[in-house]
């Protein structure tokens, strides 16, 4: 004799459907039991599974002006350019079966601005007043407004400006002036034109007259780098280095910046925990990166195609804190111009 009692329950979390199944069995005879009372929990649970997978959450990106303005039209990817969405009158783009590690591309005045989407369900963009866009957390800061001249009071046109993103940079025109926005008070502006660089501290400024002379400036070229603490010439290095150029980097047949660097002397390439291509100098992680002369603290995002050499210094003593595994001290192409 065999009496069972299935109790379904049905239950949305999260936006997650759970389905839960009580199966109560009674019997006097264990040989009654029926194999089919099985499979068919078994079907339920993966019915279960199914239905939970496709509840996931959508993702939502909304997108405002400063004065929180909703900003319609502007176009959005994830994976393939060509299969964007526009944000609506409200500024919401949505998009399904977005990925913890997928990264969200939004195309705004001729610029790819991309936003690791790092498992949210939705971010609130600002565009500034300068035509950046920013994750309205990191939004903490003013524009600023700038004339940049040279000493005969001739108005400078095409100079690269930035705060802290040497590739998250804005020109000034053809009558000198630049905008750049989500300032704060203790960055340090740095204006790269004719092959210098100038660094002018803020200062609390919120607009500036600029006054630029080549020879007040830094040479880019990978001769001098930034310490953090100072300058320093990269020819009073003696110990061992190895070198790799523009020609030899696209010679590796790849675009990925750290696999075209497999090879050279020292250089280690593994993998970091999220399986990305991570450099090693003896076998030591973190070195310090230098970039057109300006210290990074992490792996430029760079393609070979941008850079016209790498040197590894195997030895980065004479850089300061942050250089004890080594140093990949990098310049771009067009960075002397």
Request: with cysteine; glycine share 10%; aromatic share 8%.
């Amino acid at each position: 004799m065999v009496c069972s009692v299935l109790i379904l329950r049905i239950c949305v979390k999260d936006n997650i459907l759970y389905i839960y199944l009580d199966f109560i069995v009674t019997f006097s005879e264990p040989h009654l039991i029926s194999s089919g009372v099985f499979r068919f929990l078994f079907f339920l649970i993966l019915v279960s599974a199914a239905l939970s997978a496709g509840a996931s959450e959508p993702f939502i990106g909304t997108l405002c002006n400063t004065k929180g303005r909703a900003i319609k039209g502007v176009k959005v990817y994830v994976h393939n350019p060509k299969e964007t969405v526009k944000s609506d009158k409200k500024g919401e783009f949505k998009f399904d079966g977005v990925n913890p590690g997928d990264t969200i591309h939004i195309s705004y005045k001729g610029k790819v601005h991309s936003f690791a989407v790092n498992s949210r369900h939705d971010i609130m963009f600002v565009v500034g007043e300068d035509g950046r866009i920013f994750e309205k957390d990191n939004y903490v800061g003013d524009a600023f407004h700038g004339h940049l001249f040279d000493y005969n009071g001739k108005p400078i046109r095409g100079a690269m400006v930035y705060s802290r993103d040497p590739f998250d940079y804005v020109k000034s025109d053809r009558d000198g002036n630049f905008l750049l926005d989500n300032i704060v008070s203790t960055d340090t502006l740095h204006i790269k034109h004719e092959g210098y660089i100038h660094d002018i501290a803020m200062d609390g400024s919120k607009g500036m007259y600029i006054k630029i002379q080549r020879s007040h400036g830094r040479r880019i070229g990978g001769d001098l780098v930034s310490t953090g603490a100072g300058m320093v010439d990269v020819r009073q290095y003696n110990g061992p280095r190895a070198v790799r150029t523009a020609k030899e980097l696209e010679a590796m047949g790849t675009s990925d910046l750290a696999l075209a660097m497999l090879g050279m002397k020292g250089v280690t390439v593994g993998r970091d925990k999220d399986g990305k291509p991570e450099v090693l100098i003896r076998n030591r992680r973190n070195p310090l990166w230098i970039l057109d002369g300006i210290r990074m603290t992490e792996m430029p995002d760079l393609t070979v195609m941008e850079v016209e050499k790498i040197e590894v210094l195997h030895d980065g003593g004479m850089y300061g804190l942050g250089a004890w595994s080594g140093v990949v001290n990098i310049t771009t192409k067009g960075s002397s111009r």
